[in-house]
Nanobody, 115 residues
Framework: QVQLVESGGGLVQPGGSLRLSCAAS????????MGWYRQAPGKQRELVAT???????NYQDSVKGRFTISRDNAKNTVYLQMNSLKPEDTAVYYC?????????WGQGTQVTVSS
């Protein structure tokens, strides 16, 4: 069974940083486009950032210049470095893995930005 396990969430003050990790198992990781999505209370899930199997990057406008997505194929892990965090970044963050028509999701990790 495919597993995507996120870690690194928590409570941080505005302006602070967090790094999320997502470890994948039982997939050929290098074949998959990996992504981070988030869902705030009462809102729809939205794309934050993606990194393709070939290393192409895509970011939501609101996080450009603050967040960085990266991947380590040797460790089957994708990361999201989040800097200059704002209260509006508060959400559950989900890792995704997509290959052709197949998509997998992690269970999510809570990020709360508050003073």
């Amino acid at each position: 069974q495919v597993q995507l396990v996120e870690s690194g969430g928590g409570l941080v003050q505005p302006g602070g940083s967090l790094r999320l990790s997502c470890a994948a198992s039982r997939i050929i990781f290098s074949f998959y486009d990996m992504g981070w999505y988030r869902q705030a209370p009462g809102k729809q899930r939205e794309l934050v950032a993606t990194i393709s199997s070939g290393g192409n990057l895509n970011y939501q406008d609101s996080v450009k210049g603050r967040f960085t997505i990266s991947r380590d194929n040797a460790k089957n892990t994708v990361y999201l470095q989040m800097n200059s965090l704002k209260p509006e970044d508060t959400a559950v963050y989900y890792c995704s893995a997509r290959h052709l028509a197949t998509m997998y999701w992690g269970q999510g990790t809570q990020v709360t930005v508050s003073s």
